[in-house]
């Protein structure tokens, strides 16, 4: 299975997974341009939406014109994709779709939309297994052995407490972080409670500006797993 990574930030993200027959595309938040420097859109089967917000979602429409569309009934409610609405595709929790030579599973995420996914991927050409999770505080989940794992690792949680008491972070920001993104603690439970022996490559997603470390995250994960891990660029 290959997987690129194209963005991962509160600025916009997507990236693309291939098998050698199928490209599927995760997230539609940055511009087309920067998607067709990786691959021609026709190239690509479908899109898959983890949930609205803009950084994950902006350009859903624009993707619309080139690709069906696959995403909770939740996510469509709040967008909007006018003439290109044939192109949607309502995912339900737990239900297997097949897009290609990919099974996808949705699996209940926890953040603050109308009704959040991650992914569950199997190739039937590769027989690999990918577990995508990005904007979900943790999840209910534990799965098979799984060959490559996508997962936000947005922040610390001593260094969020610690800029929330100087005063850096507001009550606000904070409450919606804890609530609604994976700290580092939350990554490794995670990782944990899962069967990690046959697992490949961990992809650490959507790494806060202020309240990660990038190199201190990667060598914690790849000291706890064994694995080789990468951080998604920005």
Sequence with gaps: MDIIPIASSSFGNAYLIADGVTILLIEAGIRLEKIQEKVELTNIRACLLTHEHGDHAKFAKKIAKWMPIYASKGTFDCLDFGIYNYQKNILKPNKMESIGTFRIIPIKAFHDAKEPFAYL?????????????TDTRYLENVFEP???IMIECNYDESTLQSRYTSGSVTKTQYKRLVNAHMSLQNCIKLLKANDLSKLKEIYLMHLSDKNSNEQDFKRKIQEITGCMVYVCPK
């Design 146 to 148: 799984l060959d490559y």
């Design 121 to 133: 991927l199997k190739s039937t050409i590769t027989e690999e297994t990918l577990l995508f999770a």
